[in-house]
């Protein structure tokens, strides 16, 4: 593992792969198969269940676990406490892993803190999912989505800036200057 920093209170069980240049900080643990791509931040206490891939550059901050049907593409941020769930009708005494519900998080996305994702979901890329919103249906590319259950209010740039539409259905990014342009109900980037 090149220039990997795993702090001395984390676990990282034999047969996960680590990206180089990636922190592992206090109390995480890394289960086996999990795979971490290079450039990556695991802030305290978070759990990486088998089999879990997680892309390059991605945050994922504090008290955060990440179980077993979730992939994380490239440039992710996961915001402190937010929660994925694997299976849609849990029950302590029924298992019920052989029905564990897939999640992708596209590249760019963003999500808030004590956000709730609910599995078998997907989330666009750039897409900004605001604090404490439940996702319970697939969220678009650069859409930005809040409440309970969520619901979409509006758009977001790739700089994490939101997006104004005129009457042409282009908008600038006020941070970047990037222009993107809205079709047929889709965000495309000029």
């Known amino acids: 593992m090149d220039n990997v920093f795993i702090h001395?209170?984390?676990?990282?069980?034999?047969?996960?792969?680590?990206?180089?240049?990636?922190?592992?900080?206090?109390?995480?643990h890394v289960m086996p198969q999990?795979?971490?791509?290079?450039?990556?931040?695991?802030?305290?206490?978070v759990f990486v269940g088998p089999g879990v891939e997680i892309g390059n550059k991605v945050k994922v901050q504090n008290n955060v676990s990440i179980y077993k049907g979730v992939t994380v593409q490239d440039d992710v941020f996961l915001g402190p406490s937010m929660v994925f769930t694997n299976v849609m009708n849990p029950r302590s005494t029924v298992e019920r892993k052989s029905e564990f519900r897939p999640t992708?998080?596209?590249?760019g996305a963003s999500i808030g803190a004590n956000a709730t994702i609910v599995c078998g979901n997907k989330i666009g890329s750039f897409a900004f999912i605001g604090a404490g919103t439940v996702v319970t249906k697939?969220?678009?590319?650069?859409?930005?989505?809040?409440?309970?259950?969520?619901?979409?209010?509006?758009?977001?740039?790739?700089?994490g800036e939101r997006l104004e539409f005129d009457e042409n259905r282009e908008a600038?990014?006020?941070?970047s200057g990037a222009t993107y342009r809205l079709v047929d109900g889709q965000v495309q980037k000029i």
């Open 8 to 28: 001395s209170s984390a676990f990282v069980d034999e047969g996960a792969l680590i990206g180089k240049d990636t922190k592992i900080w206090h109390f995480c």
């Open 34 to 45: 999990a795979r971490i791509g290079e450039q990556c931040i695991l802030g305290q206490n």
């Open 104 to 107: 992708l998080v596209e590249r």
């Open 138 to 159: 697939d969220v678009p590319p650069y859409a930005l989505m809040v409440g309970n259950p969520c619901r979409q209010i509006g758009w977001m740039s790739e700089h």
């Open 172 to 175: 600038v990014c006020p941070g």
